[in-house]
């Protein structure tokens, strides 16, 4: 019988507008934050449909742009991690009520053979991936703090 996808989402708050933060879940933008992140760009820039792979750890990951739509602060990745898993990435940035930018991010992985099964268990168990994505956060506000330009007193 086949593996049956598994996920997690989880949410982050960034106090930046949507419209600053977004970009950071581009293959580009994810440098700015994401040590060891040196995307391969294979076709494209952001849109659908553009290609990029990675190797992280050892581990080479080809990603597809499936969503890309700015307006909407979405962003969803198809990637083939080789000889591991399938998955899906799906990104959404929203306006906070009281202010800047809530991000979800949901991670759905297939493993592609019995090896790769624990690993996708291991990296989607719930205490592990609210830390990654606290990593992110902390991560993510580095990098915009870093990015915006200097406010200039009047002369």
């Known amino acids: 019988m086949p593996t049956q996808p598994r996920s997690r989402t989880d949410t982050f708050h960034l106090d930046a507008p949507r419209a600053r933060v977004f970009p950071l879940f581009t293959a580009q933008g994810e440098r700015e934050w994401a040590p060891g992140w040196d995307p391969k760009i ?4 952001v849109e659908r449909g553009s290609a990029f792979e990675t190797c992280r ?5 080809t990603w597809i742009v499936v969503d890309y739509r700015p307006a909407a602060g979405r962003a969803s ?3 083939l991690a080789q ?3 399938i998955g899906l990435v ?3 940035c929203t306006d906070h009520e009281g202010g800047g930018t809530q991000v979800s991010v949901a991670y759905t992985l297939t493993p592609l053979n019995d090896a790769a099964a624990a690993g996708v268990e291991d990296f989607l168990e719930p205490r592990k991936y609210a830390g990654m994505m606290e990593e992110w956060r902390a991560a993510t506000a580095a990098a915009l703090a870093r990015l915006t330009p200097p406010v200039r007193a009047p002369a």
């Open 42 to 45: 294979l076709s494209g820039d």
């Open 77 to 79: 990745y198809a990637r």
């Open 57 to 61: 750890n050892g581990q080479r990951t």
């Open 83 to 85: 000889g591991s898993h």
């Open 90 to 92: 799906d990104v959404v």
